[in-house]
């Protein structure tokens, strides 16, 4: 039983509630979505077949115990649940990042799953899961990436058209730095007085013009 593995490397954890810590990574190969804004390209295609025994290996040499399994999508191979739950078994803190464009009950609800909704502006909003507002719970983080003022009333309307002001999880809202400047994001946050937390990419501040983890 192998997965494609785009990348594994320890680097500051740049987005989620856990931003600012270390964190060592696990990219997989492969995803469903196209997003316009996306900076993980090279993901879509190639990576090195490893089995379980080898990324655990790889992961504990870094000697860190917050791990993130992202993509790509890491939910489009058959052995990221089974992934998911050995680092789960070996104590770990475990984040995984999905699109949102598929079923996230296949995750054990012990991680972290930090799920996307896609907004207009990457043009795959019309992928997104409608069950998984459901398959939330306290444990998980709601994510949207958002480029413009038309990206901002859909994620406020799909906050609000869904939970009012109790929603299951905590909300992120992240803007794409090279088209809206988080100030002005910040603005409308709290003209609306959203319950929300403004996400900057760390990683991108701090190494800019990475295109890599490593």
């Known amino acids: ?10 680097s500051i954890q740049g987005e989620s509630l856990e931003a600012g810590r270390p ?12 997003c316009s804004y996306c ?14 025994d ?24 058959a052995e990221t649940p089974l992934l998911a739950r050995r680092f789960l078994e070996d104590k770990m803190e475990l984040l995984v990042e999905t699109n949102g464009s598929l079923d996230i009950d296949i995750i054990d609800r012990r991680c972290i799953r930090v799920v996307d909704v896609k907004c207009p502006s990457s043009n795959e909003a019309l ?16 994510k949207f990436v958002i480029q413009n003022r038309q990206d901002y009333c859909y994620a406020k309307e799909f906050i609000g058209s869904r ?31 959203l319950d929300v937390r403004l996400q900057l990419q760390l990683h991108k501040i701090i190494w800019p ?6």
Not at 165 to 192: E, G, H, K, Q, R
């Open 1 to 10: 039983m192998t997965l494609l593995v785009n990348e594994i490397f320890c």
């Open 23 to 34: 964190c060592v990574f696990v990219r997989l190969s492969g995803c469903n979505l196209r």
């Open 39 to 52: 900076d993980t390209r090279y993901a879509f295609e190639g990576g090195r077949a490893m089995t379980i």
């Open 54 to 77: 080898e990324i655990e290996k790889s992961v504990r040499s870094y000697g860190i115990n917050l791990v993130e399994i992202t993509g790509g999508e890491p939910l489009l191979q």
């Open 127 to 142: 992928k997104n899961d409608p069950e998984n507002a459901g398959r939330l719970t306290a444990n998980d983080q709601l």
């Open 163 to 193: 939970w009012g002001n109790s929603p299951p999880c905590p909300i992120l809202f992240s803007p794409v730095l090279s088209s809206l400047n988080p100030a002005m994001l910040a603005s409308w946050i709290l003209a609306d007085r």
């Open 209 to 214: 013009g990475r295109d890599r983890g490593v």
